[in-house]
Nanobody, 116 residues
Framework: QVQLVESGGGLVQPGGSLRLSCAAS????????MGWYRQAPGKQRELVAS???????NYADSVKGRFTISKDNAQNTVYLQMDSLKPEDTAVYYC??????????WGQGTQVTVSS
């Protein structure tokens, strides 16, 4: 059974930092392209950051220079370091694993709230 379990969300003040983790079981993350998505109330889910073939990293314009995606194959975990957080970063953040043969898995999401 494949599971992606996100953690690390919470309430943080503007300008603060959080690190999200996505721990995988049942799959080997080194074989997957990984992404972090977010969905704010009333908005569509959007791609925030991704790592392709373990090397190529892409970021949404809105988070460039503030967020960093990383992957620890030994821990079978992907991270999203979020710095200089803004209220508009408030959303549920989801981890996604996209495999080489069409497999696609989602985590359950973790809430991030940026507010003073």
């Amino acid at each position: 059974q494949v599971q992606l379990v996100e953690s690390g969300g919470g309430l943080v003040q503007p300008g603060g930092s959080l690190r999200l983790s996505c721990a995988a079981s049942g799959i080997i993350l080194s074989l997957y392209d990984m992404g972090w998505y977010r969905q704010a109330p009333g908005k569509q889910r959007e791609l925030v950051a991704s790592v392709i073939s373990g090397v190529i990293k892409n970021y949404a314009d809105s988070v460039k220079g503030r967020f960093t995606i990383s992957k620890d194959n030994a821990q079978n975990t992907v991270y999203l370091q979020m710095d200089s957080l803004k209220p508009e970063d408030t959303a549920v953040y989801y981890c996604n694993a996209d495999g080489p043969y069409g497999q696609n898995f989602w985590g359950q999401g973790t809430q991030v709230t940026v507010s003073s």
